[in-house]
Nanobody
Framework: QVRLVESGGGLVQPGGSLRLSCEVS????????VGWFRQAPGKEPEGVSC????????DYSESVKGRFIISVNSAKNTVYLEMNGLKPEDTGVYTC???????????????????WGQGTQVTVGS
């Protein structure tokens, strides 16, 4: 079975940076879409970013566009989310996910993903 394990979360002050990693084991993601989602307590999940593993056209939510970068190291079967210029509203549990039915455009919709990691906490504050 495919397993996703996130790491890299923590406490950072506003304006700081973090890089999250999502290590995938148990299967290759070469033909899949991958995404990052986040959820604050009591809030709806938000699709932050996505990309097809072999594509070079990622998608971002308007709230993070220009600040976050998604990337994939296919050889390591690992997905990354580089987060810059962090704001308090970026606080939440960040999870990665795999879309096995990826075709041409990646999705930031929760319902399109069937495989999820456990999440890593990101807290932005002084």
């Amino acid at each position: 079975q495919v397993r996703l394990v996130e790491s890299g979360g923590g406490l950072v002050q506003p304006g700081g940076s973090l890089r999250l990693s999502c290590e995938v084991s148990g299967g290759r993601i070469d033909f899949d879409g991958v995404g990052w989602f986040r959820q604050a307590p009591g809030k709806e999940p938000e699709g932050v970013s996505c990309v097809g593993v072999n594509d070079d056209v990622p998608d971002y939510s308007e709230s993070v566009k220009g600040r976050f970068i998604i990337s994939v190291n296919s050889a390591k079967n690992t997905v990354y989310l580089e987060m810059n210029g962090l704001k308090p509203e970026d606080t939440g549990v960040y999870t990665c996910a795999v879309d096995r039915s990826y075709d041409y455009y990646c999705s930031r919709y929760v319902g399109d993903y069937g495989i999820w990691g456990q999440g890593t906490q990101v807290t932005v504050g002084s």
